[in-house]
């Protein structure tokens, strides 16, 4: 059969909020603008501040550089698509930015583990922390979630640029993600469907256990630190990345670990928007209202 190869989509972004399009787009314009405000203020107060010369915060400057990365790519083509009702990209456009909102996502899950295990060495291994963690340890550590990210992902993207898409090239979403993109799709992919599932389970999976071995750990040695004063002192150092862990899986085990069968369109966009949304929002707001040096930092940068 001749069929005309679809290279073009439209993203429909929100599309039965047109009455109100001005409004909304008012609303995540504002909380774009916070998100990408947010963490580059986190970016420049670790980079500029001796303080927070430390692993903790070298770690936390990738966990807002990846949230501006996933903010950035999704945003402003939703904005566009509120805005506009609808937003055209081409086959490689989508295939781009799926490319680097699920790289940044991987990438997130790693360094969430790297911020876990800097807690353990801080608070179980005190004394051999500062020859553990030195900058050499710290640059190696950090290119890990980045080149699985990055690398492992294109293992499920490369062969979508070979699909035909030949049913439709509306995407009821307001980005491209590569379900929909499979469902338009007239070709075989099932092998993308095994290959989906065997490398992102385990890049979701183990950064997730890896926390939570960590932190039983470290739940265990605060248990035997005698006064109450040490143990709240101690596990202050831990609250933020604690509750950032909790609204990035959250919100990540609502998106994909859930079964969609079910739920309608605007259910997955709510969950999707929210995955999208929260922590590149939250992530520099609970940082900057439960730690003590960046809010110090954060003093005396407007005191100039």
């Not at 899950?109 to 922390?129: E, G, V």
């Not at 640029?161 to 090239?169: A, I, Y």
């Not at 890049?203 to 071995?213: D, N, T, W």
Request: net charge positive; glycine share 4%.
């Amino acid at each position: 059969m001749n069929q005309s190869r679809i290279t073009e989509f439209t993203l429909l972004g929100f599309g039965n909020l047109q009455s109100f399009s001005i409004v909304v787009f008012i609303i995540f314009l504002f909380i774009f603008l916070l998100m990408v405000m947010g963490n580059l203020l986190i970016i420049i107060l670790v980079s500029t501040n001796v303080r927070l010369q430390s692993p903790m915060y070298y770690f936390l400057c990738h966990l807002s550089f990846s949230d501006l990365v996933i903010s950035t790519n999704i945003i402003p083509n939703m904005l566009g698509a509120i805005l506009f009702g609808g937003k055209k990209m081409t086959l490689s456009g989508c295939i781009t930015q799926l490319y680097f909102f699920s790289g940044s996502t991987f990438a997130e899950c790693f360094i969430l583990s790297l911020m876990s295990y800097d807690r353990y060495l801080a608070i179980c291994n005190p004394l051999r922390y500062s020859s553990i963690m030195d900058l050499n340890c710290q640059i190696f550590l950090s290119i890990w979630p980045w080149l699985l990210g990055l690398t492992v992902n294109l293992t499920g993207l490369l062969p979508v640029l070979n699909f035909n898409f030949c049913h439709d090239n509306i995407i009821d979403h307001f980005y491209c993600d590569l379900f929909p993109l499979q469902k338009l799709s007239c070709s075989d992919t099932s092998l993308l469907d095994l290959k989906v599932f065997i490398f992102s389970l385990p890049l979701f999976i183990l950064p997730c256990s890896f926390i939570v071995v960590t932190y039983v750990c470290i739940f265990l040695t605060i248990a035997k630190i005698p006064s109450t004063t040490g143990k709240q002192k101690t596990f202050s150092t831990c609250s933020s990345h604690l509750t950032v862990v909790g609204t990035f899986y959250g919100t990540l085990i609502a998106k994909y670990m859930i079964p969609s069968v079910g739920h309608s369109l605007i259910v997955n966009k709510i969950v999707s928007l929210l995955h999208t949304l929260f922590p590149p929002l939250f992530n520099p707001i609970i940082y900057s209202l439960r730690n003590q040096d960046i809010k110090t930092a954060f003093r005396k940068m407007f005191a100039q």
